[in-house]
């Protein structure tokens, strides 16, 4: 069996709040009920929304927590080789292909195909650019997208099995459709960079919040086609703000307060199902530890289907 290593990967646009403590607490306990390495990345690829200074004060939140990473912190920003290298590993293969379109040329090809877009839905990307012999049609590219067919044509289907929600599956052509990899004002997407990461890390086990969930599919495509370890995954609980929204830096949600740290990851346990108490910080990670180690111990079968799973790269696709 792999040996575990799992991560905390938040991007810096803010410091950490209640919901993103959960996130954090979740993923340490989990590596640390596992006994494994636990590894924080700084995700700041999207450097226009990214606060310099966020990076460097939510490693200090997780140190006021206990939550110390086993090696340095990364920072995706510094990682554009990596990224690239994978890019033209799969432009290469005819796996990804560079797009002109703008978002008003996606809308107007939806509605072309009688196709309306439900409100908060994925924009599908309805291919007008995948089957150019040499790129885009007289207009400069914008970005670069990745193909969600595979090497006959037919749908990609991922199937995928989460240790708390079950059983998952996604028509990603159908659902999602070609997605970005690099966007047309050069920046890398998220989804290229924490597949490039994860597997550059040695990533085994991903915990994360359940709103992540849906991009699991693309990540899995990602990995089949550059021939990459699938992690096995665990997507917990969001925290929601009163009006049953998801708790986050976009609807103003604020710092945690770390002044008394144990309150703080007390009221984090709880969103998690745990119950902790103990009169000091080392005192309280270890039965939060020991808690979460029995609470998790009967997702093992979903686990080991994870583990088993067969790890392929779809077959090179030729360049139409």
């Given at each position: ?154 749908d990609v289907i ?102 008394r740290p144990m ?25 939060a530890t020991r ?30």
């Amino acid at each position: 069996m792999t040996a575990y290593c799992g991560r905390f990967a938040p991007s810096p646009t803010g410091p950490l709040h209640a919901g993103s403590l959960v996130a954090a607490l979740a993923s340490w306990l989990d590596a640390r009920a596992h006994a494994g390495r636990w590894l924080v990345r700084i995700e700041d690829v999207d450097t226009p929304r990214c606060d310099p200074q966020a990076g460097e004060f939510i490693l200090g939140q997780l140190a006021r927590c206990g939550l110390l990473p086993d090696a340095a912190p990364v920072w995706q920003s510094q990682r554009s080789a990596l990224y690239d290298a994978a890019l033209q590993t799969l432009v290469t293969h005819g796996q990804a292909y560079a797009c002109s379109c703008s978002r008003g040329d996606i809308l107007r090809a939806l509605h072309g195909l009688g196709q309306a877009r439900l409100r908060h839905a994925e924009l599908v990307y309805a291919g007008t650019c995948s089957n150019r012999p040499s790129g885009p049609d007289g207009k400069p590219a914008r970005a670069v997208r990745v193909r969600t067919v595979d090497a006959n044509g037919a749908d990609v289907i991922i199937d995928w099995c989460d240790r708390r929600l079950g059983p998952q599956q996604q028509n990603l052509t159908r659902a999602v459709g070609d997605f970005v990899l690099k966007r047309a004002d050069g920046l890398w997407s998220y989804q290229l960079a924490v597949v490039v990461d994860d597997a550059a890390q040695g990533i085994s086990h991903v915990v994360r919040g359940e709103d992540l969930a849906d991009n699991t599919p693309r990540q899995i495509h990602l990995q089949q086609l550059l021939g990459l370890p699938q992690p096995i995954y665990l997507h917990v609980p969001l925290v929601r703000g009163a009006g049953g929204e998801k708790l986050g830096k976009s609807n103003g949600a604020v710092a945690v307060d770390l002044t008394r740290p144990m309150a703080a990851l007390t009221t984090a346990a709880a969103a998690l199902g745990l119950d902790v108490a103990a009169p000091a910080l080392g005192d309280w990670l270890t039965e939060a530890t020991r808690q979460w180690r029995s609470s998790v111990s009967g997702l093992g079968a979903c686990e080991a289907a994870a583990q088993g799973a067969r790890i392929r790269a779809l077959p090179p696709r030729t360049t139409p």
